[in-house]
């Protein structure tokens, strides 16, 4: 069993490519939540609150492990304990169905305020969730590639 030392391989935890991929998750959700919470009244909507909920829980996760990250590249060594790349796995899996899910939602609602002509929601706010919602997918975009590449580093293993 080996516990560190070796490349990690492209965009699996402790390289360089999982480090931009985390960073890209992090920078992307954060749109998200501000463009959903702040200014706007999103909690009309539970699709919307559903959408503030899984970026809540993505932002943590892609910013512990992109200090995980960080490190392993600092220290010269991939991390390769197979319990925590199992947890890591796993976690991007949920998270990245949940973040899909959430986008999906949001978007839907968006799409059905729309058809109204714009009656139950100002220019404003739907530009706002439009952002919110796009940022979103491009955060489940990075999320469900980290977890195919540590999918993938974990198989071969």
Same mark, same amino acid.
Do not use: K
């Given at each position: 069993?080996?516990?560190?030392?070796?490349?990690?391989?492209?965009?699996?935890?402790?390289?360089?490519?999982?480090?931009?991929?985390?960073?890209?998750?992090?920078?992307?959700?954060?749109?998200?939540?501000?463009? *959903?919470?702040?200014? /706007?009244?999103?909690?009309?909507?539970?699709?919307?609150?559903?959408?503030?909920?899984?970026?809540? @829980?993505?932002?943590?996760?892609?910013?512990? @492990?992109? *200090?995980?990250? /960080?490190?392993?590249?600092?220290?010269?060594? $991939?991390?390769? /304990?197979?319990? /925590?790349?199992?947890?890591?796995?796993?976690?991007?899996?949920?998270?990245?169905?949940?973040?899909?899910?959430?986008?999906?939602?949001?978007?839907?609602?968006?799409?059905?305020?729309?058809?109204?002509?714009?009656?139950?929601?100002?220019?404003?706010?739907?530009?706002?969730?439009?952002?919110? $919602?796009?940022?979103?997918?491009?955060?489940?975009?990075?999320?469900?590639?980290?977890?195919?590449?540590?999918?993938?580093?974990?198989?071969?293993?």
């Amino acid at each position: 069993m080996d516990h560190g030392g070796g490349r990690a391989g492209a965009g699996a935890v402790g390289s360089a490519g999982s480090l931009g991929l985390r960073v890209g998750q992090a920078v992307f959700s954060s749109a998200s939540l501000l463009f *959903m919470s702040v200014g /706007v009244e999103f909690f009309s909507y539970t699709a919307f609150c559903f959408l503030v909920t899984i970026m809540g @829980l993505v932002i943590p996760w892609s910013c512990t @492990l992109a *200090m995980i990250d /960080v490190y392993s590249i600092f220290m010269g060594g $991939a991390l390769r /304990v197979p319990g /925590v790349m199992f947890v890591v796995v796993v976690g991007d899996c949920v998270l990245s169905i949940l973040s899909f899910a959430a986008a999906c939602s949001s978007a839907a609602v968006i799409d059905l305020l729309l058809q109204f002509h714009g009656s139950h929601c100002s220019p404003r706010f739907c530009g706002r969730y439009q952002l919110s $919602a796009m940022m979103a997918f491009l955060s489940w975009f990075l999320t469900a590639a980290s977890a195919l590449f540590n999918f993938w580093f974990l198989a071969s293993r």
